[in-house]
């Protein structure tokens, strides 16, 4: 009986897994194909011809190695930015104890309701008025104040939850080993709950990598020229006012998924211990 449940278990895994595979197979499977081949009906599972030449043109027919060294160079500031500003007001939030602070926890806490497309105008309006359009600096600064590119699915607030609970787990007896030594609150943020806090460091950098890597919306109101367009933007120019250029897009967006993978293959120990062990104490 139990070796019936355990295949019946590992069946059902096998299932949602190719449920939830199935669009990346779609993807892979396209890139290989000509415009004729993707829409055929029935649908064609295997090309018939694989055109691998689908990636040299998708890749030479727009300077794609610009538009990434754009997009790397918006993720690195903004990984950066996120781990310094949330970790700090992580830390303020669960070490340092002061006059409301639970209170003021609980209003941030709140902004995380509030859809980012409410302040996308009048922050628009103020980078203009700064004379930013057409710049990295809307994407890249506000991830220095816990804020920005990230907000767009959940806002800093969302990283900086995240690490206090994780910061909260770390015994409170190893604070105060170090201020009977005589250290201050940045000798053991730096020397202790950084080091301690790797796995939870890592998932927001995940996440923050993950999200300004496939970030569109704030790209594409704040760039208006083709030399300063990211990866996304760079994909969507394929498509056209009277057609698209499915096949070559597919290719292109296969060749934009591979640093994610790559990303989260290195950083995947470290992102479910830092998931699966945030707000646990003990």
Not at 103 to 116: D, K, R
Not at 125 to 148: H, R
Not at 165 to 171: E, H, M
Not at 193 to 214: A, R
Request: hydrophobic letters at 50%.
């Amino acid at each position: 009986m139990k070796v019936i449940k355990k295949i019946a278990f590992y069946l059902l895994v096998i299932l949602l897994a190719s449920i939830w595979i199935m669009p990346l197979y779609w993807l892979v499977r396209s890139s290989f194909m000509g415009i004729e081949d993707m829409f055929r009906n029935p649908p064609v599972w295997i090309p018939t011809r694989w055109r691998f030449e689908n990636y040299r043109d998708a890749l030479t027919a727009l300077p794609f190695v610009r538009y990434f060294l754009n997009t790397v160079l918006i993720v690195c500031f903004s990984v950066m930015g996120i781990l310094v500003s949330c970790s700090l007001s992580a830390y303020g939030l669960s070490r340092i104890k002061w006059n409301y602070r639970d209170t003021v926890f609980t209003i941030l806490m709140s902004t995380m309701i509030l859809p980012y497309f409410t302040t996308l105008i009048p922050n628009f309006i103020m980078w203009k008025k700064l004379g930013f359009i057409n710049t990295f600096i809307p994407m890249i600064v506000p991830t220095w104040f816990c804020m920005g590119i990230a907000s767009v699915y959940g806002g800093g607030m969302f990283n900086i939850f995240l690490l206090r609970q994780f910061i909260r787990t770390i015994p409170k007896e190893l604070d105060e080993a170090a201020f009977v030594d005589g250290a201050g609150h940045w000798a053991v943020f730096t020397q202790i709950i950084l080091p301690l806090s790797k796995p939870s460091l890592t998932c927001v950098g995940l996440f923050t990598f993950l999200n300004s890597w496939n970030d569109l919306i704030n790209p594409l109101i704040y760039l208006n020229s083709d030399k300063k367009y990211t990866i996304q933007l760079g994909l969507r120019t394929f498509i056209g006012y009277f057609n698209a250029e499915w096949h070559l897009m597919m290719a292109a967006a296969c060749a934009a998924i591979i640093p994610v993978v790559l990303v989260f293959l290195v950083g995947q120990k470290y992102f479910v211990e830092g998931i699966a062990t945030t707000g646990l104490k003990g």
